[in-house]
């Protein structure tokens, strides 16, 4: 109940912010997930590489001949052969014998076995709940607290993450966004799948590279990116990216690296984790990855959007696509400016149709709906904008005049830009979209269509 009350009054705080300062900062809350773990040890104990123990989950005091893992269908779910990673990976385990209490395993890969530490399973055939009871008590109360996002762990199938969200549903929450955590072999298996049922993904490579083999994951990691940006939904890399800055004020080059490559393979979001929660360094941290992704950004090859058409490829999607080939033309013209972006609540489609080409111009979201404009500054190139004063508006050019008016006046744009707007019609889903223009400086006064932020 303390870590709740502390989790609202955090949140409450970043929300207060975001008003203050006008920026619609997104917020993404966590799920935990099925964990398992070794049972109690009579006391640590090294295991070599070779020797034999028998893993079981009943209740036993663990020593260097049997140990517990708490996993209640174990020995029904995994076959010979089939391997068991502890302590996140450092000890590694195979099945070589099914015994009628236990698994007899073989050492491939030693080390210091001690209580409650972390067990990985790569088998396909796990059947623990995608959602633990723990999870039921937090979904509760992140349906109350209605973030934009909430990231779910141990995603492995579509229908895990329609599970997540019949949960949420029940308890009377049908806005928050899922972002399925991609940690599992049977996760990239079912990949598309997935891709089809979430709202977004987050390539989690601490788990993912103790299942999988360490060498696979880059290529793992530009497969989901390259897929999720096809599907116009944003990917979230994550998992020691400046790892150690946790308790160094800089980072290594390969982590610079990572960071850096991880917005060239399509993210639109890196995250960091231990980093920001409890290293020594925290701000210096966010401001080194901010510094990267800058960078990162100015170096980015033109993409080939031929790869990045999805299956559904509709009206809103040729806009955006449209978008992409004209804001290309800007440098020839030599003219400055923006992509502009009338999103229609509740999806904020059009802004994920145009981000995903990943035009070369940045883009302004506006949207009369604060809940669309928060969830909007999760993708790439995106500034969103929140002002209800659009709404006012019943033709979909007034509305261009309107968001062009106001960003002039909160500095956004300038007179000598160039805008180009992308908008759904008006006229209703599916109607059409609408692809403009504008030389900022040729226009009419715009007094008449002032509004303000909200």
């Known amino acids: 109940m303390?870590?709740?009350?502390?989790?609202?009054?955090?949140?409450d705080i970043i929300r207060d912010l975001s008003k203050k300062y006008n920026h619609q900062v997104s917020i993404m809350c966590d799920i935990q997930g099925p964990?398992?773990?070794?049972?109690n040890m009579a006391e640590p104990f090294y295991l070599k590489a070779g020797e034999h123990i028998n893993v079981t989950p009943h209740d036993v005091t663990g020593t260097p001949e049997t140990i517990q893992v708490k996993y209640a269908t174990m020995l029904t779910d995994l076959q010979k052969d089939d391997l068991i990673f502890v302590n996140d990976g450092i000890i590694r385990l195979r099945v070589v014998e099914k015994l009628e209490t236990a698994l007899k395993c073989v050492c491939e890969a030693g080390g210091l076995i001690s209580d409650k530490k972390g067990c990985n399973i790569p088998s396909g055939n796990i059947s623990l709940n995608v959602i633990t009871p723990k999870d039921e008590k937090d979904l509760k109360f992140i349906a109350g607290l209605n973030p934009e996002f909430v990231a779910s762990s141990f995603i492995g199938t579509a229908e895990d993450v329609k599970k997540v969200r019949r949960m949420l549903s029940s308890y009377g929450n049908n806005d928050i966004k899922i972002i399925s955590k991609i940690e599992r072999p049977v996760a990239l298996v079912n990949i598309d799948s997935i891709i089809e049922e979430t709202d977004g993904i987050m390539v989690a490579r601490g788990d993912l590279g103790v299942e999988i083999a360490t060498w696979d994951v880059p290529a793992a990691q530009k497969m989901m990116c390259?897929?999720?940006?096809?599907?116009?939904?944003p990917v979230i890399v994550a998992t020691q990216m400046l790892e150690s800055m946790i308790s160094?004020?800089?980072?290594?080059?390969?982590?610079?690296?990572?960071?850096?490559?991880?917005?060239?393979?399509?993210?639109?979001?890196?995250?960091?984790?231990g980093e920001s929660a409890v290293g020594k360094y925290p701000i210096e941290a966010i401001t080194v990855m901010?510094?990267?992704?800058?960078?990162?950004?100015?170096?980015?090859?033109?993409?080939?959007?031929?790869?990045?058409v999805s299956k559904h490829f509709g009206m809103t999607e040729s806009c955006g696509l449209a978008a992409f080939n004209i804001a290309e033309k800007f440098s020839l013209s030599q003219w400055t400016g923006k992509i502009l972006i009338i999103a229609t609540p509740p999806s904020g489609y059009v802004a994920r149709m145009v981000s995903k080409f990943r035009p070369n111009l940045d883009i302004l979201a506006f949207s009369s709906d604060r809940r669309t404009a928060y969830e909007l500054n999760l993708l790439f190139g995106v500034r969103s904008v929140y002002s209800e004063g659009l709404?006012?508006?019943?033709?979909?050019?007034?509305?261009?005049?309107?968001?062009?008016k106001l960003s002039l006046d909160i500095k956004l744009l300038q007179e000598t830009d160039h805008v180009l707007?992308?908008?759904?019609?008006?006229?209703g889903k599916h109607q059409g979209s609408v692809t403009s223009v504008y030389d900022i400086k040729s226009l009419n006064s715009l007094d008449e269509f002032k509004i303000e932020l909200s």
């Open 2 to 11: 303390a870590l709740m009350k502390t989790t609202k009054k955090v949140f």
């Open 35 to 39: 964990k398992i773990r070794t049972g």
């Open 290 to 308: 901010d510094k990267i992704v800058d960078e990162a950004e100015r170096h980015m090859e033109r993409r080939n959007p031929s790869t990045l």
């Open 226 to 233: 390259l897929k999720s940006n096809a599907a116009g939904k």
């Open 421 to 427: 707007c992308v908008a759904r019609s008006l006229k």
């Open 248 to 273: 160094c004020p800089r980072p290594t080059r390969a982590e610079a690296n990572d960071v850096f490559n991880a917005v060239l393979d399509g993210a639109d979001a890196v995250m960091l984790s």
């Open 391 to 404: 709404e006012k508006f019943n033709n979909i050019e007034d509305r261009f005049f309107a968001a062009i």
